[in-house]
Structures are given as C-alpha cells and as structure tokens.
C-alpha cells in the first residue's frame, strides 16, 4: 500500500518493510556471521542437578586437535563475574553466581568448563573428553518443596531458598474476611515454560584492530548488554561495540546476562581472535532463562451477589538455581501488584516470595508476571462465578473497574495505577463478535447429546513500559525508564532514525517510521530506521516489557517535532517572514495569506547543511536526539474470549473459536497489532493446553529435555484468532499509545482454562492445573465418573 | 547437535551394503532418510564409524502393483507413498496414514523401510504393515528371507533384522474386493509421533464381519496385531454392541507402556476408543 503526502501513515495496516529480506531468507542472524579466523567455544554442562565438584581433568581435552583453549571456572574466577542481577527488590539476598562453576553446581546445564577449538565440531569433540568427578548432593526443584525446613539448601546466604519477600496491602483484607457472605480458596500452578525462540542464542566477539571489541549478540537490549559486559569482563564500556543484528525472537530471554555473553568477550581478548558460540537447542532448553514457574494460593472473599470484597494471595515464585537479571521482580512487582486484575477489589493483601531450586534460572517470558498476575484475578473471578453458579459474564460486569474510575489506584495502591480504559465496552464488543448469548443456548442444547461446549472469558489490564526513571530506584531496578531517539535528516530531506528500541520481529522498521512520517510529513520510503548497533545508537534500553511504542515511538514523535520547529526557523529565514506566520503541511512550509510559494521540506534540509542563509543564531544541520522520559505508564486492556469442544472420551480439546479485543490505546498499525495478539495469543494456548518444563523431583533432571517432548504451538494446535481492537488513548505519552506486544500471551491462559472448565461443567470439575492436556482432562473426567459410579 | 566425526560410503547395490556391513560389525550404520538416524547423531546419541548411504540402491526403490502382491521397495518415501496413485487405489490406507505421519519436510526425506527397521515404539507404518498382513524381505550376507510383518517387531527399537541384514521390501498381498481401511491416531503434542495408533482393515460380506485385521501402535513396546479382537468381530455384524465389546477386549488385553505424558491407564482408554471409532467409520 502506498500513501500519498499527506495522509497519515499511523493507523494504516501497512505491510512490514522488514518482511521481504527475512522471508526471502536474506536475513542476517549473529550465527550468520562468519569472520577470518574464527574461533569456536563449546561449554561442558553440569549432568547432575546438585553437586560437588571435586575435579575436572582437562588434559586430554587440551591435547585434542584444533583446541586452542581449554578452561574451568576457577581459571576464571578472578577474570570474570560473577554475574550480577539488574533488578533486585530491596531486602533480596543475593546468591553469588559464577559465569563458570568452580566448587559447586547447581542444575543441569551450569556450565562447567570450556572449549576453544578451530572448528566448532573439534570444540564438541573436546568437550566430551573433559572429565569431571561430581560428588552429588540431594536436589529440590519445585517451590512448594524448596521452602519445607527440611529441603536441601543451595546458597550459604540464602536461608530457606528464599531469596526475596515482598508484599502488598490494601484496605483490610481480614475484615473483608469476616464480612463476605463466602470465602473461597483455591491453588493455581502457573507451569514453567521454555520461551524457545526459532533462533537459538548466539554470540560472536571480535578484536578489532585499533584495540576495541565488538560483540555481536541476538540481544532485546544492546545498550544494557554493552553496559554489563564491560562491567563484568571489565573492559571501557566506550571500547566495547554491542552490535544487535537480526534477531529470530527474544520473548524475554535475549534480554538477560548469561555467561556465554562474557566468555566470548573475554576469551576473544585472551586469544586476540573471533570467538564465536552458538547454542544448541538442547543447549537451550537447559542453559537459557526459563518462565512462569509459580505457585499461587489464593483466598477470596465474595458476597452472594457475586462481589468481591476481599482477595488474599500467597506466591512462590520459583526462579531456578540463581538469581538471573531480573528475577526478584517477575513473582513480586510483575506478578502480585496486579493480582486484582480489572476487578475493583479494595481489600487485598499478598505475600510472595522468591525461591530457589536445583533448576535452569527463571527471568522474564513475554508478559513476565502480568500473566501470573492475570491468572490470579481472573482464576479468583471464575472461582467466585463457579461457586455461585452465576453467569461468569454477569459476575465480571459486576466487579469490573468503571470506566468513570480512571485514573485507577487499585486497592489504593501507590504503585500501580491504571491510566484509562472501558473495560465494559470492551466486554460488549467481545460478547457480540463471539455472539455469547447464541453460543451459550448451542452449549446447553449440545450437552444433552453428550457433546461438551464451554466458553472461555478472560479480561485482563497490566502496564507497559516501566517509567518514569526516577520512579524505577525504590523498586531496586537499576536502569532507566526513557528511550532515546535520533532523527537525522541528510541534505536531501530523508530521514535516518536511530532508535534505542530493538526490533526483534516486532516491525518497529515500519512502526517508527509511520509515527516519524506522519510528523515530518515525508514519505514513509524517506525514512530508514536504524536499532541495534551501540555505535551507531547514541543510548536506549531495548525491547521488552511492551514499550517500544509507548517510549520509543515517543521519543521518535517527540524528536520528529523538534526536527519541524527548526526546519520552520530555517524556512522562515529563507522566506523572510516571520517564524510564527510559517506553518508546515503536505512536506512543504507556507505562509498562509499570501501568495509565497511552498517551499519544499528537501530544499529546507539542503539550507541547513549548506548553511548559507540560516538565521542569525541557528546552527547548521537538522538533526535532532531525544532522550525521553515518560510521565507514566500506559495501562493495556482488553477482554478475550474462546469457544472450545472437549472430546470426553479422549480428553482432546479442540478450539472452535477464539475473539481477541484488546485496548492498546492509539494504534500505530493495525496489521502488526493484529499480529502482536495473534502471537501471544498462540503462546498462550500453548501454556494453557500442552507447554510444560517437567523435572524429575528426585535427580533434578530436566526431562523435556528437547523438542521431541517439549510441546510448541504449531499451526495445527491454533484456531483462526479473531482479532478487534477499541481505543483509548492513553494519556501518559503524546501519541496514546499502550503496550501490546504481552497481551495475547496474559489473556489467553485463563480464557482456555475458563473455557475447558466451562466444558467440563456438567461432570462437576471446577479446577484444574494447566497445561491442560488431554491425559490431565481425561483424567479428571474418569475420577468424577468413577466416584459416580460408586 | 555437531555429530562426532565418521566415515561414508554410498553403497550403489545391496551386496556391497552387506559387505560393508559385515566388515564393520561393530561400527557401521545404514541410512536411508536419515531422519531418525541423523538426530541421534547429532545429539551424540549414536556414534557410528563408518554411515552406508543405501539411497542409491536401486533394488530397494519403487513400487510394484503385481498379480497377487503388492511390493514397496524398503526405501519408498512417505510422500512417494502418499503420492502413489495405483499403490492408494489398492490401499488408500497409505495416504491416510502418510498424511498423519510429521511433516512435509520429513516425509520427503524418511522411507518405510526405515521406519520399520528403526522401530520405534510409537511410529506409524508398523501398524499399517501388521494391518495388511505385510512380508518383510530381508537381505543378508546368506541370503534372503521373507518374515511376516507379525513377527518382525521384537522389543522397543528391536526387530528381527541382523546387525548385517537390509530391509528390502515390503509385501502385501492384494485384497479382496471390498476391503476398507481406517487409521486412525492421537498424536504427542510434542513429537507428533503416535500416543496411539489404530491401523484396521476390514471386509464386510452379507452384513458381517468376513475379514479383519487390527494392527496397534503407540500403546506397548512394540506394533502389534490385535488378533483375538479381529477373531470376535468375524462373522459378526459392526454393530454398536460388538464393536464396543471388540474395543474393549483389546483394550483390556494391552499392557499399555506409561511415560510422563500418558499414563497406561490413557493409553488402554485410547485403544478401546480409537478402535471403536474406527470400526464405527467403516460400519457406515
Ligand atoms: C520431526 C520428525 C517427526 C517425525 N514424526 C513421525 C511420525 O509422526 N510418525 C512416524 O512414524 N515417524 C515419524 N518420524 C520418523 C520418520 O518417519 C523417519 O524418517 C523414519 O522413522 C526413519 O526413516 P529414515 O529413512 O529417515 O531412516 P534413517 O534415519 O536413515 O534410519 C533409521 C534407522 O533404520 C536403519 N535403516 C534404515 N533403512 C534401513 C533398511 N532398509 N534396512 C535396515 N535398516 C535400515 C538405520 O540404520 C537406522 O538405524 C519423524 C521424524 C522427525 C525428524
């Protein structure tokens, strides 16, 4: 589609300007990367949960042919590290983390020692020759069993595996205790998954001649990247060049410090050669950062009418055997903060803590915590619905937050406040694209032949884009909450556009450049963004917790602006009017009223680089940076709503229907919005009905060890998602927007969950733990049937 | 996901595969599609010195409609399979079940006669071979030897097969008119391989049962043929009552293998259910 000057680009469902060189396959990943004298590193990984280690015998694998290098953690020791979290919550006892282990590991997969060789099947050969003596120790891996006194401790200065307490209160959940006509309580398992990107991590890092080294790194976050390495290896960070190229999905888990992200720096200088590390994807199961991983219990509170008045949760939160970047916060700030959801509960209290096991770390998955979070409100909300036996619609309406109440503090909380929405508007739109009321008499009529229907309703609210910086320090979050933006116009008129963001198959090359478009009012091919590369980029913080629109479109927005306000001056002086008579519209500055000719936005860019007749005080060029800080953050919302068909027989599950409608406030555009739902969306089925981290509790080992056991949505476990937007703009940021890219993967849980309990109303079952699969649901039905039958 | 080192050969006739074969006893591995075996490799499952590369052995390709049998040389693709029109006008069972079988990528690659050699507890073509009463030809350094597909599959990954024998063929007599087919299976999430797989065959005469054949995948160590189920069904009409008694005969009679995903008690419930079904689809 191609626009013409003039009409605005933000709104439009423009195609991605990315698509053609990634889909032709001519896209350019870190493994892609192939450089003179390359180096390759293989890790040797812990087999065994919880051990001592009392040796490692690396002779063989040193005289193995082509190894250049082989190393143990204590080598290591004073070189590196340790590792240190970027995010953690006051009061946290933090374990110290080796980039490689020396004494002691902890799950399977901690990296033991390593292999630099000439050829990467020569690292993996060496790699096997490397031997360890373990003396194993008693491992616990789940969170329920971590905290019991008489578990097996994994850090000296974490007394009890629990790293973190962290709680919230509001209003007086005792009383609201006292007064509700009922109280309810209820487990919910949030099962741990493996974000499993199509691209594995990867990492190459290059000396290059004048001294500097360059990293390239599949990274959400290049800036904070370059800011670790160099103060983990210890190299200047001026000196260090984090280049982010294509990236094949980061969900989360290419925005943490792994050890792999030193070694290769430090090794590359050790070795004065490229050193490169790909990650295999069993590799990956066991070495990157996993997600969820909670339990919550939960009481509440409820009159007969279907009120709430009262939720009281108690979280553990299992984040694996060390604290990861920023661990402390996903089960705390991320998760409990929004366990009222879109519910007006005033009274609430909770309690959660960290814990640690004999597992692979656990950070930040798409969502991180909101959709813990979510599951809490929305699995108390059904809760309440279920055990009234009221409509689970009805018993929302009644709870929801009015659209009247925004700004909302929930529960007066100083913390989270959300900016505006409608969460009733939503509801309707929802119920009428789903056409509730038809469905719900099909349910009811089809039960009567044996076939079990049941409708999922979820709503969800959360917020994107943590800011403003100075709020983040209390909380122990130690980066900012601004994003960067540089818009440079050359001396032909056409934009390049350095943005902190990173794209990591987002669109922001066509987003950015639909929010720079409709400002600087040029054509959408006039504009080049550019991300990932800390050379290049002047700062920024990346991609993650949904804020690249909401604070990196805006700081492109406001940067754009000031990018006119000058050009206005300049256009001024060469039209010898006043600056206050210009004004700028269809890419060329005019003077309303008179009879001067437009002058175009291209000869104004070649004044200001000639320089020739630039007003007094004005200095050449027309480039403009902005670090922009945001006042708050804007709050997503949205109701979300499946229509499913359990087989009793089997227990198979199959999706007949599922409508998305979400507030994302202003939409950029409505084709990659779509397709920002569509994807978490997927995700989230997938937690729901079959993605599961199983480790055996005994030996601590990790049994979904690869793809063959661990189940990822494909096409054929989805249905078509129907997906519709509402928006209100938010009024934290000038464009209005909020975060989308977490919404499908917070909503779509409990929607499944809903929807298959809903299914399985007639047997009576009124819990159960996802994911579920069809042994689980079979189950479930047979030990209803039988206790029938008794 | 990088293999240890090893030698290979491309073995251009099954009598220098054999040779190759007995004089590496130890070290030595086939390939056909390479889609089982290359994973074990690169997950250093599986070492082999030296890989026969048997793709170019022409007289294990092709497929032959004959007089009285039906002939699939052991190196036919899943997709070659699916794509057959005159191997699918006599058995249209291959396409139903090609088309349950992974994906495009691996069905173009993987062959039958790999599949059956490698065994594996929960693939696809055992049942379909038990189901049509298959002979296996095998070849070896003494000679050949043809083995009814029922007595083919031993133990979990074990047939009869010796370290220096080849899977040639498979054979399969031609049916009498009006035999009907069904596969039927519930896939792993994961692994799409089946949790449970039904394989039947059935031919109905004046109302009953004349012939059937039940052949199970997914539910034990090994594909095996559900005899006393086919027996009670013959001479008997598909009527709600027999099939449901069939289903549950077999069911019952299974030791179902249990693992982290399906309980044996699931896995006896999808035989019961998936042969109703089934037998239910041809009774129509
Ligand atoms: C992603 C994926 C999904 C899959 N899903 C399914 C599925 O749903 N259902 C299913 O049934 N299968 C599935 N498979 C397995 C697939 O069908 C394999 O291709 C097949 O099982 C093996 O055939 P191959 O030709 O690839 O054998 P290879 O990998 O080449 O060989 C397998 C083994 O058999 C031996 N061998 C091969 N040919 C002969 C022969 N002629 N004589 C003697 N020994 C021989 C080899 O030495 C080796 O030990 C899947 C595979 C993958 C990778």
Redo the contacts with the bound molecule.
């Keep these: 589609m191609t626009i013409s000057q003039g009409t605005r680009h933000v709104g439009q469902p423009l195609k991605r300007r990315e698509d053609l060189k990634l889909l032709a396959g001519r896209g350019r990943y870190v493994d892609d990367l192939k450089l003179p004298g390359m180096l390759y590193m293989a890790i040797l990984r812990s087999p065994h949960a919880h051990a001592k280690i009392d040796s490692i015998d690396l002779s063989l694998a040193r005289a193995a042919p082509g190894v250049r290098l082989a190393l143990s953690g204590s080598a290591l020791e004073d070189r590196i590290g340790p590792i240190v979290p970027n995010w953690i919550i006051p009061g946290s006892k933090v374990p110290v983390r080796r980039v490689v282990a020396t004494d002691r590991v902890r799950f399977v997969g901690e990296s033991v020692a390593l292999v630099v060789a000439e050829s990467l099947a020569e690292a993996y050969d060496a790699i096997g020759l490397i031997e360890v003596e373990y003396d194993v120790l008693p491992a616990v891996t789940e969170e329920q069993d971590a905290v019991r006194g008489d578990a097996p401790q994994l850090h000296e200065n974490v007394p009890g595996n629990i790293t973190t307490f962290y709680k919230v209160k509001g209003g007086d959940y005792e009383k609201a205790n006292r007064e509700a006509d009922q109280v309810v309580k209820l487990r919910v398992v949030n099962n741990r998954l493996i974000p499993t990107c199509m691209e594995t991590r990867a990492i190459v890092a290059a000396p290059e001649p004048d001294g500097t080294l360059t990293v390239y790194i599949g990274s959400q976050v290049p800036h904070m990247h370059r800011r670790w390495i160099a103060e983990t290896v210890r190299i200047p960070e001026h000196q260090l060049r984090v280049v982010a190229p294509d990236i094949g999905g980061g969900f989360g888990a290419k925005m943490h410090l792994y050890p792999e992200d030193l070694l290769c720096p430090y090794l590359a200088r050790e070795l004065n050669a490229p050193v490169k590390w790909w990650e295999t994807r069993s590799e990956s199961h066991q070495s990157t950062s996993h997600g969820r991983a909670h339990t919550e219990d939960l009481e509440i509170a409820f009159n007969n009418d279907g009120r709430i008045l009262g939720l009281k949760v108690s979280t553990l939160g299992n984040v694996g055997a060390y604290l990861s970047n920023m661990a402390t916060g996903g089960p705390t700030v991320n998760t409990v903060n929004f366990g009222t959801g879109t519910y007006k509960i005033e009274n609430y209290e909770a309690l959660s803590r960290v814990v640690v096991t004999n597992t692979v770390p656990v950070d930040a998955y798409r969502g991180y915590g909101r959709p813990e979070g979510a599951y809490i409100a929305e699995r108390a909300i059904d809760a309440v619905a279920r055990h009234l036996n009221l409509d689970q619609v009805e018993v929302r309406r009644r709870n929801f937050i009015q659209a009247s109440d925004f700004p909302y503090r929930p529960y007066g909380s100083t913390g989270v406040m959300y900016d505006s929405g409608d969460y009733q508007a939503l509801l309707d739109k929802a119920l009428e694209a789903f056409d509730y009321e038809g469905r719900r008499g099909e349910c009811e009529a089809l039960r009567g032949n044996g076939i079990y229907r049941g409708i999922g309703v979820a709503a969800y609210t959360h917020m994107c884009g943590m800011a403003p910086s100075r709020r983040l320090a209390p909380g122990g979050f130690d980066r900012g909450g601004w994003e960067s933006a540089r818009v440079s116009i050359d001396s032909s008129g056409r934009a390049t556009i350095y943005s902190g963001s990173m794209s990591q198959g987002q669109g922001h090359a066509t987003s950015l450049a639909q929010i720079a478009a409709d400002v600087l009012q040029i054509p959408l091919e006039d504009i080049e963004i550019v991300q990932g590369d800390t050379r290049q980029v002047q700062a920024g913080h990346g991609t993650f917790n949904s804020r690249s629109m909401a604070v990196g479109g805006s700081s492109v927005h406001v940067s754009s602006h000031r990018v006119i306000t000058k050009a206005k001056t300049i256009a001024a002086g060469m039209l010898e009017v006043d600056e206050k008579d210009v004004s700028y519209s269809a890419g060329a500055f005019t003077v309303p009223g008179t009879d001067i000719a437009p002058l175009t936005f291209s000869k104004v860019a070649r004044m200001a680089y000639v320089g020739h007749k630039l007003p007094d005080g004005v200095a050449p060029g027309l480039d403009e940076t902005v670090f922009y800080d945001p006042t708050g953050m804007g709050a997503p919302s949205g109701v979300h709503m499946a229509y499913v068909e359990v087989d009793p027989e089997t227990g198979i599950v199959d999706i007949l229907d599922y409508v998305a409608v979400d507030d994302v406030g202003t939409l950029i555009n409505p084709r990659l919005a779509a397709g920002q739902i569509h994807g978490g969306v997927v995700q989230g089925i997938a937690q729901a009905l079959f993605e599961e981290v199983s480790y055996d509790s005994e030996s601590g080992q990790l049994l979904t060890g690869s793809l063959l056991d661990y189940a990822v949505p494909r096409a054929e476990h989805v249905p078509n998602i129907r997906s519709s937007f509402q928006q209100t703009p938010s009024p934290t940021n000038p464009i209005g927007v909020k975060g989308i890219g977490e919404s499908g993967s917070i909503a779509a849980p409990p929607c499944m969950v809903h929807a298959v309990l809903d299914a399985l109303s007639p047997f009576g079952i009124k819990h159960l733990d996802m994911p579920l699969t069809p042994p689980r649901i079979w189950a479930a039905i047979r030990s209803v049937r039988e206790g029938d039958a008794r | 996901m990088i293999p240890a080192a090893f030698d290979y050969v491309r073995a251009s006739s099954l009598t220098q595969a054999i040779e190759l074969l007995r004089d590496n006893p130890d070290g030595a591995?086939?390939?056909?599609?390479?889609?089982?075996?290359?994973?074990?490799l690169k997950l250093r499952l599986?070492a082999p010195e030296l890989l026969i590369d048997?793709r170019s052995v022409a007289e294990?390709k092709g497929i032959e409609i004959g007089e009285t049998h039906v002939k699939i040389g052991?190196?036919t693709?899943?997709s070659e399979l699916s794509a057959s029109e005159p191997l699918n006008n006599v058995f249209p069972i291959f396409r139903e079940t090609a088309r349950?079988?992974?994906?495009p990528?691996?069905?173009n690659?993987?062959?039958?006669?790999?599949?059956?050699?490698?065994a594996?507890p929960?693939?696809?073509?055992p049942a379909v071979v038990l189901a049509l009463g298959a002979q296996l030809e095998i070849v070896g350094a003494t000679g050949r030897r043809t083995v009814p597909a029922e007595d083919f599959f031993l133990d979990i990954f074990t047939t009869t097969?010796a370290p220096d024998?080849?899977?040639?063929s498979i054979q399969i007599p031609k049916p009498k008119t009006g035999t009907r087919y069904a596969y039927r299976k519930i896939?792993h999430p994961a692994?799409?391989?089946?949790v449970v797989g039904v394989a039947i065959a059935v031919r109905m005469l004046d109302g009953v049962v004349d012939e059937a054949s039940i052949g199970i995948t997914g539910a034990t160590n090994h594909a095996f043929v559900g005899k006393e189920a086919a027996e009670f069904l013959t001479g008997k009409a598909l009527t709600r009552d027999n099939i449901d008694e069939a289903a549950r005969m077999l069911s019952e009679n299974t030791e179902c293998l249990s693992d982290r995903y399906a309980p044996a008690e699931y896995r006896a419930n999808l035989v019961r259910v998936e042969l109703g079904r089934a037998l239910l689809e041809l009774s129509q």
Excluded: C, M
């Design positions: 591995k086939l390939v056909a599609g390479g889609h089982t075996l290359l994973p074990a599986a048997i294990i052991a190196l693709t899943h349950l079988l992974a994906d990528q691996v069905r690659r993987g062959t039958i006669g790999g599949s059956l050699a490698n594996d929960a693939a696809d073509w097969l024998e080849i899977l040639a896939r692994s799409g391989f089946a």
